[in-house]
């Protein structure tokens, strides 16, 4: 909770200094110690690894990125699509852009195949993410990465839509 | 083919011992083998002043009707009811053709002490095949029920019974609104007397029963991450073996019991370790950049299978338990896992995805050859009985975990439900040598 306090804040001093508050900008409420940016939350500041100025689009695509922390996966596998690495890739310059934020990578796995290949599984998309968020230049040592294999599903149901939203790693700050 | 009419074979235990009914498994046959063996069982002699506290011929017959190998001849048609040898007239039983007839009576021979005898007939050789006399206190009356149920079994279908043993299981309780609970059980084989040995927020699994009987290892997440555990049944005292960093999975112990094999991603990925328990030393069996778990030792202790996806997809493999190259074992189908022996060593259970579900199969190791046992999708964790006729696992019926048993023929099939909540993880135990109590 303390550091999504911290990202929260991070956020809106990002999005202050940035100083321009787009005509649709929402403020997040004062106080809000569970606020985490949304869609409908251009707060999204500059904080690429470059520094330079972006579009609006692009902050607001950035701040749409932030604000996915699942990354999903195919069945069986480990493999992180184009749409993972995006998000990825936008966490990991959020985290280069805050040396004080670390954060834990949860890896799942949907309810098919066996709880003990699934614990495993679960663990080598977590590393994964986390192998790509240390390219990306974020230190090993801010990441920590938890399986917990078929064991924490978000959707109970017994279809492929439910067992892709299953299979996932997700960012906790 | 036969089939069971499941409804009339469901055996409502909860109606039978209300003091357990939120936690019982009902167990229902839902298929049996074309024709089971008739048998009478007389209800047993006794003669005391109040009622006793267990039904050692109910108990019997529904062992008996549950294995699906018997027919259970009802009680209403029986024309006499013997309880010592000298009743015993056969031409009453070749009438209702009964093959096999099952007699007894309990004394008590002490305040808490009874004595409970049984002889099992040949109604066609009008001769008896077998009869035992037990000393035992009221707490054993089912042990001993069982144990009845065990020799009956293996007399005439000629393979031992399982009925005196225990299984371990995980259930998960989330009632609405309320954070879930995940109880780690123990019941007799036929779901009554279930113990909680752990209860915790977070989930269990895999718990493996020590060949003696009276230890399970299992995985605990009650840290928000996987350490295995070991419990003592007897007196409850419980020892975190695995805590290493990353996850520490799949406890399997070795036949003699000093050992337990384990998967763990200390060095980076999940590799086969074991670790002798009375040193805690471990050992890394398996270099290799794929997921290798769920090992299980061969009951000679040579060898240990495990699930490796080495070759791009789960497979299950054989190494020697001493070390050295792995040789693949599985090669129908894209998805081959937790292996377990059967305790003669000649097969061993797996989970297999065979047309799109996840099915319980048998690989023969001989010739390697494979039967897929079950017809559902969602099919995990199979667990040989110790006389290696029977094979428990979980599955899901109408979105709820339940168990189920399927023979090693797939010829007999049982379902085992909790009221509420699901059901899962399930390992059968060995036999229990400490309850033999037959003069």
């Known amino acids: ?173 | 083919m036969r089939r069971f009419d499941a409804k009339k074979f469901i055996l409502l235990l909860t109606l039978l011992w209300p003091t357990f009914a939120h936690a019982i498994l009902t167990i229902e046959i839902t298929r049996g083998v074309d024709v089971g063996t008739p048998i009478a069982i007389v209800p047993f002699g006794w003669e005391g002043p109040v009622q006793l506290p267990q039904n050692i011929s109910d108990v019997i017959e529904a062992d008996l009707a549950r294995s699906g190998r018997f027919a259970v001849l009802p009680r209403r048609d029986f024309v006499s009811l013997p309880h010592e040898d000298k009743d015993v007239v056969f031409k009453d039983w070749r009438i209702l053709k009964a093959e096999a007839l099952v007699i007894g009576s309990v004394r008590q021979v002490a305040p808490g002490k009874y004595q409970v005898q049984f002889r099992l007939y040949d109604v066609f050789k009008g001769s008896q095949i077998t009869g035992f006399r037990y000393t035992i206190g009221s707490e054993m009356l089912r042990s001993v029920a069982h144990q009845i149920s065990d020799i009956i079994y293996e007399k005439i279908t000629g393979e031992p019974g399982a009925f005196n043993t225990r299984i371990a299981y995980v259930t998960k309780e989330e009632p609405p609104g309320v954070k879930p609970i995940y109880k780690l059980q123990v019941a007799d084989s036929d779901g009554v007397n279930p113990q909680t040995v752990v209860r915790s927020p977070e989930p269990l699994l895999s718990p493996a029963w020590s060949p003696e009987g009276n230890r399970l290892a299992y995985v605990s997440f009650e840290d928000k991450r996987s350490k295995i555990y070991i419990q003592n049944l007897i007196d409850g005292r419980r020892d975190l073996v695995a805590e290493y960093t990353g996850i520490n999975g799949a406890p399997a112990w070795s036949p003699d019991g000093g050992s337990l094999a384990m998967a763990l991603s200390r060095d980076g990925n999940a590799e086969i370790y074991t670790m002798h328990l009375g040193s805690r030393s471990l050992r890394r069996m398996t270099y290799d950049q794929a997921i290798d778990t769920e090992p299980a030792w061969s009951p000679d202790g040579r060898d240990i299978v495990f699930t490796s996806d080495r070759a791009g997809t789960p497979q299950i493999y054989r190494m020697s338990a001493s070390g050295g190259p792995a040789e693949r074992l599985t090669f129908d189908g894209d998805y081959n896992a937790r292996a377990a022996y059967a305790a003669d060593g000649k097969s061993i259970s797996l989970v297999s995805r065979n047309q799109g579900g996840f099915r319980i199969a048998v690989l023969r190791l001989d010739n390697r050859t494979m039967q897929v046992l079950t017809e559902t999708v969602l099919d995990e964790s199979p667990s040989f009985a110790p006389n290696g006729r029977m094979i428990i696992y979980a599955t899901e019926v109408r979105g709820r975990g339940v168990l189920a048993s399927v023979s090693a023929d797939g010829r007999v099939r049982q379902l085992f439900k909790l009221e509420e909540g699901d059901v899962r993880e399930p390992a059968w135990s060995p036999y229990n040598r400490e309850l033999q109590y037959k003069e």
């Open chain 1, 1 to 173: 909770m303390k550091n999504r306090k911290h990202l929260v804040a991070s956020l809106l001093v990002a999005f202050i200094l940035a100083g321009c508050a787009g005509d649709k900008a929402v403020k997040p409420a004062a106080g809000d110690k569970d606020a985490v940016p949304t869609q409908t939350t251009p707060a999204g500041g500059e904080f690429g690894p470059s520094g330079a100025a972006l579009s609006d689009r692009e902050k607001q695509k950035r701040a749409d990125l932030l604000s996915q922390r699942r990354v999903h996966f195919a069945f069986d596998s480990s493999a992180i699509d184009t749409e993972g690495r995006a998000i990825v890739e936008a966490h990991a310059a959020h985290l280069v852009a805050n040396p004080q934020l670390r954060l834990t990578l949860e890896g799942n796995c949907d309810e098919r195949g066996t709880r003990e290949y699934n614990l495993a599984l679960g663990e080598r998309r977590a590393q994964a993410v986390e192998r790509l968020m240390k390219v990306l230049g974020v230190a090993g040592n801010r990441i920590k990465t938890v399986s917990y294999g078929e064991e924490k599903p978000l959707c109970q149901e017994h279809n492929e839509s439910c067992w892709r939203q299953n299979r996932r790693a997700e960012i906790a700050y």
